[in-house]
């Protein structure tokens, strides 16, 4: 059974960075694709941005820019470095990992952004 934790959300000015991290309880090789999804209040689950195994990202036009995946294979480890954040970016960030035909969520962290 695969886990994955996340970690790093908090309350942050409008302006400001966060990192998030998700540390998966197997090597990140093993899967062909992980990724940070968000969900607000009242809104459908959305992604953010994805890394394949080849290390190739993509990301949210919402998000283009600003936001950063990147992982480290050392502490299969995947983190979303979050700069110039915006209250609308406020939202329940989850990592989610690929594995074969297999989906593997998180249990979400809390991203607020407010003044």
């Known amino acids: 059974q695969v886990q994955l934790v996340e970690s790093g959300g908090g309350l942050v000015q409008p302006g400001g960075s966060l990192t998030l991290s998700c540390a998966a309880s197997k090597t990140i090789f093993s899967f062909s694709t992980m990724g940070w999804y968000r969900q607000a209040p009242g809104k459908e689950r959305e992604l953010v941005a994805v890394?394949?195994?080849?290390?190739?990202?993509n990301y949210a036009d919402s998000v283009k820019g600003r936001f950063t995946i990147s992982r480290d294979s050392r502490k299969n480890t995947v983190y979303l470095q979050m700069n110039g954040l915006k209250p609308e970016d406020t939202a329940v960030y989850y990592c989610?990992?690929?594995?074969?035909?297999?989906?593997?969520w998180g249990q979400g962290t809390q991203v607020t952004v407010s003044s």
């Open positions: 890394i394949g195994s080849g290390g190739l990202s």
């Open positions: 989610k990992a690929v594995e074969g035909g297999r989906q593997y």
